[in-house]
Structures are given as C-alpha cells and as structure tokens.
C-alpha cells in the first residue's frame, strides 16, 4: 500500500518559514519524481516544484527564490523548505509521487501565513 504522509505545516507569519516533510512508503522511491503542490480555499490546485530522482529540481514562477525542494533518497523522503512566506502561499500542500504511469497523493498538510 502507498502512503504519502505530509507533516510540517502550520501558522506562520508573514515573512516566516517552515520546513515541510513527506515521507513515502510502499514505493521505490528513488525512482519517483516527487513533487509540492498547493491548493487554496476557491482555488485550483496548483504546481509548487519538483524533484527528479537525480536531483533537479523545478519551480513555480510564485515561490522561485524563496522555495527549496531537497530529498532523501535513504530516507524516502522528501522536502519543501518555504522562506519569506506571504499571505499568498496559505493553502494545503499536497505531496506528489509519480513515475510513469503511476502517481500518488499525500493528504495534505495546512500552511497558513498571517499576522
């Protein structure tokens, strides 16, 4: 059974950080592009970055510079360290697993920037 499991979330404020984690089972991750989405109340799920297996990684325009994704291939997890949080970049992060044609979801994990 696959599980993704995202943990780290939380409030913050305004020009914070938090580190989230998604640790993987039931897959060969190493093989896995894994990947951060977000989705805001009312809005569209949408792309945060990704990481291939050798480590290259891809952002979204929004969080370029502020956003880095790293894993740990021995520890089958995955990183998304979020600085200079806005407002903006309150949603639930999603974390992504897939290799062709095989793709799983976390449940989620809330962020919420405020004052």
């Known amino acids: 059974q696959v599980q993704l499991v995202e943990s780290g979330g939380g409030l913050v404020q305004p020009g914070g950080s938090l580190r989230l984690s998604c640790a993987a089972s039931?897959?060969?991750?190493?093989?896995?592009?894994m990947g951060w989405y977000r989705q805001a109340p009312g809005k569209q799920r949408e792309l945060v970055g990704t990481?291939?297996?050798?480590?290259?990684?891809n952002y979204a325009d929004s969080v370029k510079g502020r956003f880095t994704i790293s894993r740990d291939n021995a520890k089958n997890t995955v990183y998304l360290q979020m600085n200079s949080l806005k407002p903006e970049d309150t949603a639930v992060y999603l974390c992504?697993?897939?290799?062709?044609?095989?793709?799983?979801w976390g449940q989620g994990t809330q962020v919420t920037v405020s004052s």
């Open positions: 992504n697993a897939y290799n062709y044609p095989n793709q799983y």
């Open positions: 039931g897959i060969i991750f190493r093989f896995y592009v």
């Open positions: 990481i291939t297996s050798g480590g290259r990684t």
